[in-house]
């Protein structure tokens, strides 16, 4: 804590010297409950930025948080009046903030609330003031109807296609393709100026291949507008004409530009010329500013970043080809917003102090300062006979309680302005000590060390320390009292130990606490180990004795080469030393002994020498694995390419076999190590293919027969330049989550296929139909959802890499599906029982299925009137359609269930049931061809005799009334041939489908279930004259009957078929 410096007069002496000597404000610790319990001004700690764009589609949010005791209150002004929330029902502040939301959910307009933006927090103590927040709506507006003429060029003669985007905010991202979604490739010939237009610097035939379209990106609404595509015609000749420079832009040998402080400058110069000419940079005077210049567009463009006032100046940008050069000359001036160079801060003063507010800002052209208290003009605030303006500094002498309040400084010129807020509050508070009550200090003897008392009061408190609770205050010798409060002990000595004590105190009271010092013997090797030469196979044994305060504990830990030694069954630890048992030669090393306190720590080191039997060396020494490379060098540096040279290790009695070069890089995966090349054991130079962007860092592994070697040092770093992507994702899919979906996913580029800063990557999807249209989204993942989309359709995806550099190259088409769903009931199912001892079934697959069919789940269960058996359950595959049944019983009828499958689930079911016999115990015919025809039975005879009879009598009746009018003569008619009977029927089945089930037109069933053509021995259609009858308008019929000489019967009648029964009853008549 820093004390209050002595005051002194300012009489007689000028005003800016008596600033030097006014009292320090006082500094509140960031302990929260000495901040809970001060009164404190508001502080703004959080606001939306000035000029502030926002979403239409989105809520808006102006940001507005601030702090201080008591919890300050927030209202806000719209272009400079009261705006009044509550009166607006989209708009409400967040509970103890001050932060506006404007919710749109329910309707509304963003462009509505457009506007100038202020917020006030205050409380008892002042008011805060955050910036002026212009709050903007994006706006992406559509490019104006224009027809584009086919523009006619002589070939070899500069060309600009102007672009001309329509003006969005925030201005859009310019880029131009073809119609078909081709880039335009881009060299120093062909490029595209920072104001969005193409340039040509000669134009060739092949330019006439293409269209050229400009593509303008909208930043919000993530959307692409597309300006009508130009159309090339290129006159050609036999040969182009070489021409010297000229600057397509800008215009003239001579221009100026102005660029405000702190942002990046950028000129421009692009010239004509056969061949294209080569752009290069000069500054008038001097160099180009080092460490922030950076060529673009094919040195077409030079971008200086972070301008300051020194790099103002001429420019001058040279165009050169072989028929000769140009320059143009740009004079750039170098204007400043308003910046800091002291910014107000917060300032606690105690009753009586002095104190001041200093607010320096500097610009071009040099702002001006404006004063404000409370958010009100200091001019028109209520007088303070303590407080006293001059210019850029606010005095304040003789300070009292209830002078607390808020301050701003506004600093503003052409080109912006600044304002802070810093608030004068003052307090009177007793003295506290921060620190923890009887804390204990331990230290070595004779080392340095300090004992900390924080503390705080208002006026600031001062500070003594005393020992053991008496004698003069310690400062001096071998102590030295900070203002912090710390006292610090410059070498502690035994009698040092005690309780030492510090004491606060202002004119309201005094705080104290105490601080108890132990003081430790150090810790000492005493005996430590040497150097040795043991022979191999002895036992040896390395000393390592300690010494160290007996209220401490002590911890012995051994390395070998700087590296934590493995014990092993070979070693063992003692008290006061190290044994290795049969010492080999791999145990040769550095052997280090530490011993550990957690106040201090001792070590001691050695060098272990193994000495072998000369004659077996060769034979007794076993392999190892090679030790690391060492000494890795780059060299031969270039754009693709760097060669790696190292010196190889100790090959421990084992060739080396081959080395392992692996990279690592620091942006995507830093610390994580990949095997780049392989290279053979006789070799220590490889020269290494590199990829674009890539900030590479190389290590060599040794292997032999036996293993690995330990990696090598790193290599020092190498980085490429960027490039644009040359490859696309792979692994392309597209499946959907949900029914209502599709996620596209892809394997993402690795470290070394980026080629570029901000890697993205360009999702395209539409429907698999050339009259679709592309959708597209740019994202970061490797993964993009396609939402609301129809259940299970195809898509066409494509997903391109784009970077900072470029796009890669047009990515192939893949395709993809949206989510399945339960797919609908198969078409049909058709149940034929060939015999009493299976059941046959057949169906189709469902008419949408709704998604990839994965099976059919068929239920199936025996009943007999209300007896029912096992439901039994089979899992059949998605190609079959067939199935059959093997019968428990030759009675039962048969129910099943049929369901498809997809991996949504199971979806509609279909339900029939097996028909019922026409006798339980013997089983019809029309399910059977192993049983006795049904003609032969009794039963049925005596029924089709009944109904013969019956139709007999019913026809002579009828035709006995028509005879009896006498005027319709009477011709034989002749029998039919009946139709054979149905398939089906010859060979036993049935079918029992939906379809089947349906009889024909003119059809009559049969009574064992089959279908015939309806047929008749007596048609009243073959009575008539040419087989054409009429009827009155009263249903009689009124056609003349002939009889028809049967020719059968006049040929010796010779067919074999019965004559029907209406030729039978006129013989009778």
């Known amino acids: 804590m820093i004390p209050r410096r002595a005051r002194i007069s300012c009489a007689g002496i000028a005003f800016a010297l008596c600033l030097q000597h006014l009292v320090s404000a006082i500094e509140v610790p960031l302990d929260s409950n000495i901040q809970s319990e001060l009164p404190q001004p508001p502080t703004i700690t959080k606001q939306s930025i000035k000029d502030y764009i926002v979403d239409p589609r989105d809520n ?63 409380n008892d103590f002042g008011t805060a003031l955050s910036s002026k927040i212009h709050l903007q709506v994006s706006k992406s507006p559509l490019w104006p109807k224009e027809k584009v003429d086919v523009i006619e060029v002589d070939e070899g003669a500069p060309l600009s296609l102007q672009c001309n985007p329509p003006p969005g905010l925030p201005e859009p991202v310019i ?34 291949l293409t269209d050229y379209s400009c593509n303008a990106r909208f930043h919000f609404t993530h959307t692409i507008q597309q300006k009508n595509p130009y159309t090339l015609k290129v ?85 050169s080809n072989k028929m000769g050069s140009i320059r143009h000359t740009i004079s750039v001036r170098v204007k400043a917003a308003p910046y800091w160079l002291d910014q ?33 003009p200091i001019e028109s605030s209520p007088p303070n006979p303590s407080r006293e303006v001059a210019g850029d500094t606010i005095v304040f002498r003789d300070t009292q309680i209830g002078s607390s309040a808020v301050y701003q400084c506004n600093a503003s010129n052409e080109h912006g302005y600044l304002l802070a807020n810093a608030f004068v509050s003052v307090l009177d508070v007793p003295p506290r000590i921060l620190a923890p009550r009887n804390q204990l200090i331990r230290v070595i003897e004779n080392n340095r060390t300090r004992l900390d008392c924080p503390f705080f009061g208002s006026p600031i408190p001062t500070l003594r320390w005393f020992k053991n609770g008496q004698g003069n205050t310690l400062d001096g010798g071998n102590y030295k009292a900070h203002e912090n409060g710390s006292l610090e002990m410059f070498m502690a000595r035994k009698e040092d130990q005690g309780i030492y004590t510090c004491v606060a105190t202002n004119i309201l009271g005094k705080a104290e606490a105490q601080v108890r010092l132990e003081v430790k013997d150090p810790t000492r090797i005493v005996r430590g180990p040497e150097d040795q030469v043991v022979k191999r196979g002895k036992i040896l044994q390395l000393p390592c004795r300690v010494k160290h305060d007996p209220t401490l504990r002590v911890l012995v830990t051994w390395l070998k080469d700087n590296a934590p030694l493995y014990l092993g069954t070979r070693m063992k630890k003692e008290e ?74 100790d090959d421990k009695n084992s060739p080396i076999t081959d080395y392992v070069v692996q990279f690592e890089e620091d942006r995507m995966q830093p610390g994580v190590w990949h095997d780049h090349s392989r290279y053979p054991g006789s070799v220590n130079s490889a020269l290494l293919s590199l990829s674009p962007y890539v900030n590479y860092q190389f290590r060599v592994i040794a292997v032999n027969d036996v293993g690995s070697s330990v990696p090598s040092l790193p290599s020092e770093r190498y980085q490429t330049n960027g490039a644009r992507p040359e490859i696309n994702p792979t692994g392309v899919q597209g499946a959907g989550t949900q029914k209502n979906n599709m996620e596209i996913t892809w394997t993402p580029l690795n470290a070394t296929q980026a080629y570029g800063p901000n890697l993205r990557y360009i999702v395209r999807w539409r429907r698999r139909d050339p009259r679709g249209s592309w959708h597209n989204e740019t994202v970061r993942s490797a993964r993009h959802v396609v939402w609301n989309t129809p259940i299970y359709v195809p898509y066409e995806i494509k997903v391109q890499a784009e970077n900072d550099f470029g796009r890669a190259p047009e990515p192939d088409t893949y395709i993809g599906y ?40 068929l239920r199936y269960q025996p009943f007999n009137g209300t007896r029912t058996g096992r439901t039994v359950v089979e899992n059949l595959s998605p190609n079959q359609t067939k199935f059959t049944v093997q019968r428990s019983d030759p009675i039962s009828r048969y129910r099943f269930v049929l369901r498809a499958r997809t991996q949504v689930g199971e979806g509609e079911p279909l339900t029939e049931e097996s028909p019922a016999l026409l006798d339980e115990a013997t089983p019809s015919p029309a399910y059977t061809k192993n049983q006795v025809d049904i003609a032969t039975q009794g039963w049925f005879i005596g029924l089709m005799c009944a109904i013969a009879l019956l139709v007999l009598i019913l026809l002579i009746v009828c035709f006995i009334k028509r ?9 034989d008619n002749k029998d039919e041939h009946l139709n054979p009977e149905d ?17 024909l037109p003119n059809s009559q069933t049969s009574l064992d279930g089959t279908i015939k053509q309806q047929e008749s021995d007596d048609s009243l259609v073959d009575y008539g004259e040419g087989g054409e009858g009429q009827f009155n308008e009263d249903g009689s019929f009124i056609g003349q009957y002939t009889v028809k000489k049967d020719k059968e019967e006049t040929e010796g009648n010779e067919s074999s078929e019965a004559t029907s029964p209406v030729n039978a009853i006129y013989s009778l008549a």
């Open 818 to 857: 949206s989510g399945e769903d339960l797919p609908s009931s198969p078409r049909y199912l058709r149940i034929r029982q060939p015999n009493l001892e299976i059941i046959n079934l057949e169906w189709d697959h469902p008419e949408h299925p709704n998604g990839i069919i994965t099976g059919y789940t």
């Open 983 to 999: 398939k089906n029927v010859e060979d036993g089945s049935f079918d029992y489908s939906d379809e089947d089930n349906k009889p």
């Open 175 to 208: 880029f131009w393709m073809s119609s078909s979604m081709e880039p335009i490739p881009q060299d120093k010939r062909v490029s595209q100026g920072h104001k969005g237009d193409l340039y040509f610097s000669n134009v060739l035939a092949q330019d006439a």
């Open 60 to 122: 808006i949010f102006i940001e507005c948080e601030a702090k201080g005791n008591p919890v300050p209150t927030f209202s806000w002004t719209r272009n400079g009046k009261f705006f009044n929330v509550a009166k607006d029902p989209k708009v409400s502040m967040r509970r103890r903030s001050g932060t506006l939301v404007i919710d749109f959910h329910s309707g509304g307009r963003p462009e509505d609330y457009e506007g100038e933006y202020q917020c006030f927090a205050r």
């Open 963 to 971: 005879s009896r009018g006498g005027k319709y003569p009477v011709r």
């Open 576 to 649: 006061e030393g190290l044994t290795i048992f049969g010492v080999t030669e791999r145990d040769q090393g550095d052997y280090t002994c530490v011993a550990s306190t957690e106040l201090d720590k001792d070590a001691a080191k050695a060098y272990l020498t193994v000495l072998a039997d000369p004659a077996n060396r060769l034979r007794d020494l076993p392999k190892e694995r090679p030790d690391q490379p060492r000494d890795l060098e780059l060299s031969d540096l270039a754009e693709r390419s760097v060669r790696l040279t190292w010196i190889p290790g």
């Open 344 to 376: 107000p801060e917060n300032l606690i003063l105690a009753p009586g102090e002095d104190g001041r507010l200093v607010c320096r800002a500097n610009g071009n052209p040099k702002p001006t300062i404006q004063w404000l208290v409370n958010g009100e």
């Open 235 to 319: 006159k050609t000749t036999r040969g182009i004409t070489e021409t010297t420079p000229s600057f397509m832009y800008p215009y003239g040998t001579s221009s100026s530009q102005m660029v405000l402080r702190g942002m990046d400058l950028l000129l421009e110069c692009i010239a004509s010329g056969v061949p294209a000419p080569d752009i290069m940079w000069y500054k008038k005077g001097g160099e180009l500013p080092p460490g922030k210049t950076k060529m673009e567009n094919f040195n077409k463009a030079l971008r200086i970043s972070n301008v300051s006032e020194e790099d103002s100046g001429e420019y001058s940008c040279l165009a």
